[in-house]
């Protein structure tokens, strides 16, 4: 499945990339995490609390980011298994700087395997929607 938008923060695309490229910060964003460890400044583990409709319980991920050599690009890339499900991501994400602020773009594919992708599409896709909109909220209020 295929996920993107754009939103806008009032920071510099360094500032705005910077938040994300560590995986300190971005452990902050991700809602419903049970227990994690940062392995190193670029790969985290987490075990994380989600689900859809009623399958519900922990997943088991391991989340990785990369980064071009300017702050413009991001790519964040997982997967994780739990509950008789698995699931594997990757998002590409791009900063513009058209004047003052930043647009942040991202494009993510998500795919689901298991009792999760019983449920139908629309009914992941929707789960996959609110839980990335959880992420960037959290993201935003990191510039308040």
């Given amino acids: 499945m295929k996920l993107n938008g754009s939103f806008d923060v009032t920071s510099s695309r360094k500032d705005a990339s910077a938040r994300i490229l560590s995986a300190e910060n971005l452990l902050t964003y991700i809602p419903d995490i049970v227990d994690s460890q940062i392995v190193n400044p670029k790969e985290i ?19 990785l980011i990369s980064a071009a050599s300017n702050e413009e690009n991001v790519k964040i890339s997982g997967s994780g298994t739990g509950s008789n499900s698995s699931l594997s991501f990757t998002v590409n994400i791009k900063f513009d700087e058209p004047g003052a602020g930043c647009t942040i773009s991202y494009d993510a594919d998500v795919n689901v395997a298991g009792n999760a992708a019983t449920m139908g599409q629309r009914v992941i896709e929707k789960a996959a929607r609110d839980y990335v909109e959880k992420i960037i909220g959290n993201y935003k209020k990191s510039f308040r």
């Fill in 45 to 63: 583990e987490a075990t994380i609390k989600a689900g859809i409709a009623f399958i519900k319980g922990k997943f088991k991920t391991r989340i």
